[in-house]
C-alpha cells in the first residue's frame, strides 16, 4: 500500500489544530483516565494524519479533499 496525499491543506490544518487544542485538557486532568486515554489517542491520530497528508480512512472509502486526483 503506497501512502499518496489524499488530504488538502485546510483538512490537514484543521485535524493538525484539533490535536493541538486536545492537548491541554489532557494536560490539565480534566477528564477521567479513560477519557484521558481515548482523547489522547484521538489527537495522536490526528496529528499523524494531518503531518503526513494520509488518512486511511478516506483512502478505503476513495474520498480525497485535495486538488490532485
Not at 42 to 61: D, K, N
Request: aromatic share 8%.
Amino acid at each position: 500500500m503506497e501512502m499518496k496525499t489524499n488530504m488538502g491543506l485546510l483538512d490537514r490544518t484543521i485535524r493538525t489544530l484539533l490535536a493541538i487544542a486536545i492537548l491541554p485538557a489532557y494536560i490539565l486532568g480534566i477528564f477521567s483516565t479513560g477519557t484521558e486515554l481515548a482523547l489522547i489517542s484521538i489527537a495522536g491520530v490526528l496529528l499523524w494524519t494531518g503531518i503526513f497528508g494520509f488518512c486511511p480512512l478516506y483512502m478505503a472509502l476513495d474520498i480525497r479533499t485535495n486538488r490532485h486526483r
